[in-house]
Each structure stands twice: as structure tokens, then as C-alpha cells.
């Protein structure tokens, strides 16, 4: 059954997104450096300014564009990368996407919901890794209700064990619930409830979803701001790019982020920009009606990034180990790494097979291995989970990070976390590479701050766990 919407406002208006477009087609490049150089204040951009950005055909500004980005990405972030692996609970789903291996209709994927027993199996496995932050994944099924979601979550967070950890921070990626649904999540203390509108363009919406809860637009449109008046102040959005033009989905994005700062007095946690990947048995999938190139997805991240600067935005392992390592330069602050898309894919070798994720992987290195790439390429890993865990969320986290709190805190706690990592994880050539990294990066640390990171470092050496700032 379809929930009623009949109340609901669509929010995206599309003439004028379209207008925007137009009216910002080929900027004289003037007026792009004059927007460059405000951007690069990171205060964000308008709309407008935004649609200039996108308009943008003369690829020497690319360079311009993708500099100005950096130095964004810089001054906000450093070079602090937060690590997450997502962990799919069911791969049981009653929705036609048709660019989803995860379709009803796909009779050949073996359907599995993992017990409780099998989801501590798999928490397990990850936190033997060295994870702490998890994105836990779900199909949309209409016997998979919110008081479950939240015992799977409650289950995650309960798998404690001495020997390998526990996890901090359990983030969630499902259908869109109701208020009440959405209350039970907040309840057992999720992270951020993400959910992507794949597309914010209304017909190509309706005849990509042919199918089930998902095919309704404005349920979906709805699900971030009934997330946040259950009480659940980070959330996710995202596109699935490839479905429609990609220049009417970020001016769509940005007018949900705006949307939701309106009513809610904050934006988006995150924003994900999945990019669609071959999928059994997803035709779409292999021909994307709108396939954007590297370089466009590039350009993509690089205008968030300004539009939006301090909106974390989510890399996952759908991109090759290459582009990623341009993306974090140019904005990405979040990835996952050693990810499966399989229920039960970490703990049970029988469902870790390329054929049965729900789209193919890229990246498909270790997490140990994207540990000490990154490391090599100077950026710092991060598994913190301070803010969350003191309450800084919401509109609270955005209020602190604009004023320059993210070197204070942000960079003390990854130390902090990186430095446990290595002691209980990682291998012996990342454990040499990581030592000598934090080194270097206590002197990074504000001068007040370096005595406490010190000592704390040791501590953890000397085995206490779990400190921050
Ligand atoms: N079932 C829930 C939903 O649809 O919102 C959550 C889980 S779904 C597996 C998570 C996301 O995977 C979707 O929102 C979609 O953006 C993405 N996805 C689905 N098929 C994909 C594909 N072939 N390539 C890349 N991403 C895909
Ligand atoms: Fe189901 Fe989500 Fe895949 Fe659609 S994208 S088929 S809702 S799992």
C-alpha cells in the first residue's frame, strides 16, 4: 500500500531549475573567477552562482575550478579523511529500481536477511579490520519494519568484543519510514540516516521506479525532514547520477539542502553522488540513460565542494582506487574502504562473490591497503566519532565547524583514532608509514593543544582506548 502524500509539497521546482540553467549558459570568464574567488571564502554559493559553475565549457577554467576546490577542501578539512565500511542486513526488496541488482524481479540473486546471530558475525569481521563508523544497508521490503531496523542497529552496537573492539557510530541507508518509524532509530542513537532521491527529476523518477513503496516520489522527497522531526539531526542525501542531467540534479540537491536549513535551521550531514554501476541483471545499469565521464564527476565533486563547504561529502567504493585518490584532493572528506554490497559478505566467504554485490566494485583493495595509500599520499585516516557521541550533531556541528573548530577537535581526534588503529590493526608497513605520519602531524595540531594529544598518544601505546577530545 502507498503511504498518503496528498499533503505533501514538492519542493523542487523544476522550471525554475531549468531557468537557472539557462540563464547561466555560457559565463564569460570573468564572471567564473569573480565566483571562484568568492568560493574560496567558504561561505557556499547560490543557486546561480552554482548554475555558472555548471555551465562552464572552456576546460582551461577546470584547472581554476579544481584549485579553488583544493583550497576549500584544505582550509576546512586538512587533510583528515573519515573512514566507514557499509554492512548490508538484507538484501530483500519488493521495489522495481530497474538500475538495482536488488530488484523484486531479479529471480537469479539469492535472497538473504541476516539473523542477529549472522549480523554479530559480520560486525565481527569488520571490526577485526580495524572499523569503528558502519553504514548499515537495507532493501526495502514491506516485512521489514522499523522496529527491527532498529534491533539490527541495537545488535550492531551491542557486538562488543576485547580482542577486536567495538563500532562508534552506526550509520543507516534505508527506505524512507514514517515519523514514528523514524523514532525508533533516533531512540537506539543511530549516526546519520541517509537516503538518496536517486533522481529529483519527477518522470524520469516515475519510470525508473516501476514498483512497489519507491515508485512514490514525494515520500521519498519527504523521508530527510520526517527523519528530522523524529529527532535525528544528521542526515544524508544524495543522487544516483547516470539516471538524468547531472546539472539539474546538483541544483536539485542543493535546493533540498536548502530546504531542509529553512525548516530545520541545518542541512544535510552528507551528500553522496553514487555514480550507477553494472548490476545482475540491471539493464539500466550497463547503459545509463545520462553516463557521466570522469572528468564531469570530477568537476561534480569540485562545484559541491564550494557550493556546499561544510557538507561532508561521501566517496564510496564504486570508483577505482585512481579517481579516488583525485577526488579526496578536490573535496571528498568520507570514504568506505574493504566494502562487500552482500549480506554477510565479510564473515561468510560463500557470499563475498563478485556476481551476487548488489553492483560491481571498483576499489576492491583492503582496508589496510587504502590505509597506507592514503598515508603515502599525505592524507590523515580518521574513525572518530567525538561529535556524535558528545552530542556536537546538527545544527550544533555546523554552528562549531564554521568557526575553524575542526582543527581544534577534528585533527587531535583523528590522531587519537589513527593511533589505535595502527597499535591493534594494521600491518607492519602501514604500522611504520602511520607512526611516522602521526609524527609529523602533532606539530599540525594548534599549539594548546599538542601537550593533551601527546600524552593521550601515549596512553593509547600503553593500551587505554577510546579517548577524544
Ligand atoms: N533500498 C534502500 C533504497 O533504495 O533507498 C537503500 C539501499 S540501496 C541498496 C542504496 C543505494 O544504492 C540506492 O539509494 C542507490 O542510489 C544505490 N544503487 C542502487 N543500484 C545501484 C547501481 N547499479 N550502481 C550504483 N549505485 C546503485
Ligand atoms: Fe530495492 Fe533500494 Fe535496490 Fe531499489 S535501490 S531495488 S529499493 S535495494
Avoid at 30 to 38: C, G, H, P, Q
Avoid at 108 to 137: F, N
Avoid at 175 to 202: D, N
Avoid at 327 to 349: E, H, K, M, N, W
Wanted: hydrophobic content about 35%.
Amino acid at each position: 500500500m502507498q503511504p498518503d502524500t496528498s499533503e505533501l509539497e514538492n519542493f523542487i521546482n523544476e522550471q525554475a531549475i531549468n531557468n537557472t540553467l539557462e540563464h547561466a549558459a555560457n559565463p564569460d570568464r570573468a564572471n567564473v573567477l569573480e565566483i571562484l574567488s568568492k568560493a574560496r571564502e567558504a561561505k557556499g554559493l547560490t543557486l546561480e552562482e552554482t548554475a555558472t559553475l555548471l555551465q562552464v565549457t572552456d576546460p582551461e577554467l577546470d584547472e581554476e575550478l579544481f584549485a579553488a576546490a583544493r583550497d576549500v577542501k584544505n582550509a576546512i578539512y586538512g587533510n583528515r579523511l573519515v573512514l566507514f565500511a557499509p554492512m548490508y542486513i538484507t538484501n530483500e526488496c519488493g521495489n522495481s529500481c530497474l538500475y538495482c541488482g536488488f530488484n523484486v524481479t531479479n529471480k537469479d540473486l539469492t535472497r538473504r536477511t541476516l539473523s542477529p546471530e549472522e549480523i554479530r558475525s559480520d560486525v565481527i569481521a569488520l571490526e577485526e579490520q580495524g572499523h569503528k563508523r558502519l553504514l548499515l544497508v537495507y532493501g526495502e521490503h514491506p516485512k521489514l519494519k522499523a522496529d527491527w531496523i532498529a534491533e539490527t542497529v541495537q545488535t550492531v552496537y551491542d557486538t562488543v568484543s576485547e580482542k577486536s573492539g567495538e563500532i562508534r557510530r552506526v550509520n543507516v541507508n534505508c527506505a524512507p519510514l514514517s515519523v514514528e518509524g523514524f523514532r525508533k532509530l533516533q531512540e537506539v542513537g543511530i549516526g546519520t540516516y541517509q537516503c538518496f532521491q536517486e533522481t529529483y527529476h519527477e518522470k524520469t523518477y516515475d519510470s525508473v521506479h516501476k514498483g512497489g513503496v519507491k515508485k512514490n516520489f514525494l515520500w521519498r522527497l519527504h523521508a530527510l525532514h520526517r527523519a528530522m522531526e523524529a529527532g535525528i539531526e544528521d542526515v544524508g542525501m544524495g543522487a544516483l547520477f547516470g539516471l538524468y542531467d547531472y546539472k539539474f540534479e546538483i541544483l536539485a540537491l542543493l535546493t533540498h539542502a536548502q530546504d531542509l536549513e529553512n525548516k530545520f535551521g541545518v542541512g544535510p550531514h552528507t551528500i553522496s553522488f553514487p555514480r550507477l554501476e553494472p548490476a545482475l541483471n540491471a539493464d539500466m545499469a550497463y547503459n545509463p540513460p545520462c553516463p557521466i565521464d570522469d572528468m564531469t564527476f570530477k568537476r561534480i565533486v569540485a562545484i559541491l565542494r564550494l557550493a556546499v563547504p561544510y557538507t561532508g561529502l561521501i566517496l564510496s567504493t564504486r570508483e577505482s582506487a585512481v579517481l579516488r585518490r583525485e577526488l579526496l584532493d578536490i573535496g571528498v572528506s568520507q570514504i568506505s574502504a574493504g566494502s562487500r554490497t552482500y549480506p554477510g559478505a565479510y564473515s561468510d566467504p560463500e557470499y563475498d562473490r563478485p556476481e551476487v554485490q548488489q553492483f560491481c566494485i571498483s576499489d576492491n583493495r583492503s582496508l589496510d591497503e587504502v590505509i597506507r595509500d592514503i598515508v603515502d599520499a599525505g592524507y590523515l585516516p580518521s574513525w572518530c566519532t567525538a561529535c556524535y557521541r558528545l552530542g556536537r550533531t546538527g545544527e550544533h556541528f555546523m554552528d562549531l565547524a564554521k568557526r575553524g573548530f575542526i582543527q581544534q577537535y577534528c585533527l587531535p581526534n583523528s590522531l587519537l583514532t589513527f593511533q589505535e588503529y595502527l597499535e591493534d590493526y594494521a600491518s607492519e608497513s602501514t604500522r611504520k608509514a602511520g607512526k611516522v605520519c602521526i609524527t609529523n602531524e602533532v606539530d599540525n595540531c594548534p599549539v594548546e593543544r599538542r601537550s593533551v594529544v601527546e600524552s593521550r598518544l601515549k596512553r593509547i601505546e600503553q593500551g587505554e582506548r577510546d579517548l577524544y577530545l
